[in-house]
């Protein structure tokens, strides 16, 4: 097979994939069913005609300029990684542009291109340098013990032997052909045909005293003339297209290193088999780009020039959709987000099982294909999703401008539509839910919210009364309750009922004995009394607002609301165990 | 103590605008109050569903800043509560005060009681201090009506937070009048607006809401000006929502402090984030009176 084949074929595959990733963009969906294919593809086309002839597009000229090709915001964010990033990105282009495409790119710009002359030869090791620099920030930051680091996934480690391959097998290939006199035999047959024996011997003996290649027959020291000789012979023949062999300062040196063995290597096979581990390396590197993380080289910018002129507020909700699945492509795994999660030090104290942001994507693509998630799966990303706190620090920091709180928001409705009880909504973490009430549908608002009540509710029903009310098992209770529970701190109630009208929950029903279940005080006679299944299954117990009215003038110092604050971590603490053991069984 | 200014989810979220705003208003008001990394949320969604979660997040945070050698600032009322809150149960239990140190190790952090929660409203009342804030704002509200909101967590429970008296507080008071406006009394001032039930209870929340709103207008007040942005943003929400379904009975808008001290101070209503078609027509200071006052050229 030639190597042209090779080239059209890795360049097919590499072509075929990315047409397969973008039809997942306008195919997936984190469980909105809104929009047809054909409508989101129409709207794309609609919204990128908008915006091209808007007074948008400056803004977006900025951000690709700005952020995706300068990369300004991963600059803000960490210079340090900007820096690794840059090299490599920077590096590998050049590399690219000046040696892989050098035959088509070079002569565009120099009248006189051989690869052996400067500042071709210079500006590969030079660029070559910028990466294998940059590739070793990165496997320092990876290796680096930081425990707010999320792991390293065979993704990254892929993308980062790919390059490291390519850069190795490069360097050893040039250092192998600095060395070899095969090569130099060839060269002098070409270029330096017409010269005598003689003066061919001074040329190698020039060559293996100056530029390092390695001859079997020639060895130092030369004497003055014979080197002189050779110089003349260079001057006549090789300098005007092959500049000194050191200004490939990272191969002459490699090669420096395999001299001793430079014998083993010499000969075309070991050449060849060199070339092409170089070669296919990059066409593997480039058949395999649209299904690995270097996808990002078109998907980030992408993400970049997208988010800085689109809005949930203002945009079509079709384009919206098609967003969030091209946002799950452009991520780059960098763990930026994760690094400044304001859940990121509890997670590592207290491990619910619960993913950090960096984490998830990998199965919110999973879930975007519409593949049902594995039980486990699917409470492991509920889990981190409903405890975050919507800071948006992810999406302020996130490198590649993905809106990772929108897409938080996305999924973990379109998780909450499944049945399985979240306590986490009874917290004000549903504030965010509520603001965003008109993004989400009527009959899905509410239902998390009931079926997180009823959850506690079946969970304390069997305490039932009559039941003895002090049995140990229901004593068992308080294992977990707070000190002003256990110390029942409200034994010096006396049911004076200035808490119930001190509430302001309380005002705002009609009849709040029947909205509420239990009033403020009947509350805290419920607790004394241990009728368990009454407190856990009152309304008052959620619809407390914690504003501590009743605290503050309780004539007795109750901690009328710190028990109520108690009581909501029993409910929760004794139900989500029963909630994920039931969970573990479906599984 | 130095200062260390703490930002708050809600506003991170949801008023950006004026979260990046705050630290003109701060710069403009010559507060020395620096720019503070790392710290995560104060916990408050936590306290009803894990408590060692909450103590946890907010025995961190107060941790950094004892690192620092500074107190935290906040303009948000709940995120100073439930930070006081957490200072209190850390003096007291001393399982919890292990517990905390104990995992904070693991960043090299620790927590001995140094640092402490200041609300915004305080810092102001010591530095400038009122006199120097009137000379600073030079009355640019004068004859505008504003009805103070603390928020529960800013004076609830009193003997945690001991920030004012719960039930005649002032100091919001003295810092909205320093700015030439009037504080009117209202019956609900001191009542719940109903924003943590946001998403749990949407019909009990909306009303408690509604009730201050209604109250606010009673009091013929311009606009709520509240210590909170999450107590902010129920009054907006509510309005808007209210306004939008019967009318324009609703139509008394709120402030929160940094926005109201920002419109004093004279910066554009873009900056602060505040939609202005919602304000009564003359509130925002024609702005070069505003900018002769504070001596900006």
């Known amino acids: 097979m030639s190597k042209a084949t090779m080239v059209y074929i890795a360049l097919l595959i590499c072509c075929a994939g990315t047409a397969f990733k973008v039809s997942t963009w306008f195919r997936y969906s984190l469980g909105s069913k809104k929009f047809t294919a054909l409508e989101r593809v129409s709207a794309a086309v609609r919204g990128i005609l908008l915006t091209v002839f808007s007074p948008k597009f400056p803004t977006l000229l900025k951000a690709f300029f700005v952020d995706a090709i300068l990369q300004g915001k991963l600059f803000r964010v960490s210079a340090r990684k900007w820096t690794a990033h840059f090299l490599i990105f920077g590096g590998f282009t050049m590399l690219l542009l000046m040696h892989a495409l050098g035959n088509y790119v070079n002569p565009l710009v120099f009248s006189n291109y051989y690869a052996t002359l400067n500042p071709f030869l210079f500006l590969r090791n030079f660029f070559g340098v910028f990466v294998i620099i940059g590739l070793a920030i990165a496997v320092y930051n990876r290796m680096h013990r930081d425990p707010n680091r999320p792991p390293t996934n065979s993704m990254d480690v892929y993308t980062i032997l790919i390059f490291a391959a390519i850069m190795v097998s490069g360097i050893f290939l040039e250092s192998v052909k600095i060395t070899s006199i095969s090569v130099f035999r060839d060269m002098t047959e070409e270029y330096a045909a017409g010269e005598e024996e003689d003066s061919l011997k001074a040329l190698e003996a020039y060559w293996v005293e100056n530029y390092g290649v390695v001859s079997p027959q020639l060895a130092g020291p030369f004497s003055p003339e014979m080197l002189a000789a050779g110089k003349a012979s260079n001057s006549a023949n090789c300098a005007q297209c092959h ?211 009823k959850a506690i509710a079946e969970r304390f029903g069997s305490f039932h009364w009559p039941g003895t009310a002090y049995a140990p098992s229901e004593e068992k209770v308080l294992d977990t309750a707070g000190v002003h529970l256990k110390h ?91 909630i994920s053991q039931k969970a573990q069984e479906n599984l | 103590m130095s200062l260390v200014i703490f930002p708050c989810c809600v506003s991170s979220s949801f008023m950006g605008d004026c979260e990046s705003a705050t630290r003109v208003v701060i710069d403009k008001l010559g507060v020395e109050i620096e720019d503070g990394s790392g710290f995560n949320c104060c916990g408050y969604p936590y306290k009803g569903v894990d408590f060692k979660a909450f103590v946890l997040m907010s025995g961190r945070n107060l941790a950094l800043a004892e690192k620092k050698g500074a107190d935290l600032v906040t303009t948000c009322g709940c995120c100073f509560g439930t930070t006081k809150q957490a200072e209190s149960v850390l003096k007291e239990d001393s399982g919890l005060f292990e517990y905390v140190n104990d995992a904070l190790k693991k960043e090299g952090l620790v927590y001995t009681g140094k640092s402490t929660a200041r609300h915004f409203i305080e810092v102001l009342l010591s530095n400038p201090g009122i006199p120097s804030l009137k000379d600073k704002l030079g009355g640019v509200f004068s004859g505008k009506k504003v009805a103070t909101h603390y928020g529960c967590k800013v004076l609830r429970p009193s003997s945690v937070v001991k920030f004012d008296n719960p039930f005649s507080p002032t100091k919001l008071d003295d810092l909205v009048e320093a700015t030439g406006a009037e504080s ?114």
Not at chain 2, 224 to 252: H, K, M, W
Request: overall charge neutral; aromatic content about 8%; hydrophobic content about 40%.
């Open chain 2, 184 to 297: 009117v009394s209202w019956s609900q001032k001191l009542e719940c607006c109903g924003a943590p039930l946001m998403g749990v209870n949407d019909v009990t929340s909306m009303q408690l809401a509604k009730n201050k709103l209604e109250s606010a207008k009673q009091a013929k007040a311009d606009v709520i000006c509240t210590a909170c942005p999450f107590c902010y943003l129920q009054f907006e929400r509510t309005r808007d929502i209210l306004s939008r379904e019967s009318g324009n009975g609703f139509n008394v808008p709120s402030l929160s402090l940094v926005q109201l001290l920002g419109l004093a101070l004279g910066l554009d209503k873009g900056t602060l984030g505040i939609n202005g078609a919602a304000l009564p027509p003359g509130f925002i200071p024609a702005s070069r009176n505003v900018r002769a006052a504070v001596g900006v050229s």
């Open chain 1, 243 to 453: 500049a000194p062999a050191q200004w490939a300062f990272m191969d002459y040196g490699v090669s420096r290193l395999i001299t001793p063995v430079a014998g083993w290597f010499d000969g075309a096979p070991a050449r060849s088999a060199l070339y092409y581990a170089h070669f296919l390396l990059c066409l593997l590197g480039l058949a395999y780009l649209p299904f690995s993380k270097v996808f990002h080289l078109f998907t980030s910018p992408l993400s970049i020039v997208v988010n800085s002129v689109m809005d949930r507020a203002h945009s079509d909700p079709a384009n919206l959709v098609t967003k969030q699945m091209l946002e799950l492509d452009a991520c780059t795994h960098c763990g930026m987000c994760t690094r400044h999660c304001s859940m990121a030090f509890i997670t590592s104290i207290m491990p619910k099982g619960h993913t950090l942001p960096s984490e998830r994507m990998s199965p919110l693509k999973l879930l975007a294909t519409g593949r049902p998630l594995s039980a486990r799966d699917s409470l492991v990303i509920q889990e981190g999703l409903s405890h975050c706190t919507n800071c948006t620090q992810c999406t302020i920091v996130c490198p590649v401008g993905i809106n990772l709180q929108d897409l938080w928001f996305s999924v973990r409705e379109t998780l909450l539509e499944r049945d399985v009880p979240n306590l986490q909504v009874l917290s004000p973490c549903s504030v965010y839910r509520g603001m965003r009430k008109d993004e989400i549908d009527d009959a899905c608002y509410n239902r998390p919210v009931i079926n997180a009540r």
């Open chain 1, 488 to 578: 029942s701190a409200n034994a010096a109630c006396f049911s004076c009922v200035t808490c119930t009208n001190a509430c302001p929950v309380v005002r705002t029903h009609q009849q709040p004995a029947a909205a509420l279940d239990l009033l403020p005080h009947q509350l805290m006679q419920a607790v004394k009394l241990r009728l368990w299944d009454v407190v856990f299954g009152s309304k008052m117990l959620w619809d407390c607002v914690g504003c501590y009215q009743c605290q503050e003038y309780c004539p007795m110092s109750v901690p009328i609301a710190d028990l109520i604050f108690e009581l909501r971590n029993v409910a929760v603490s004794s139900t989500a165990g029963d």
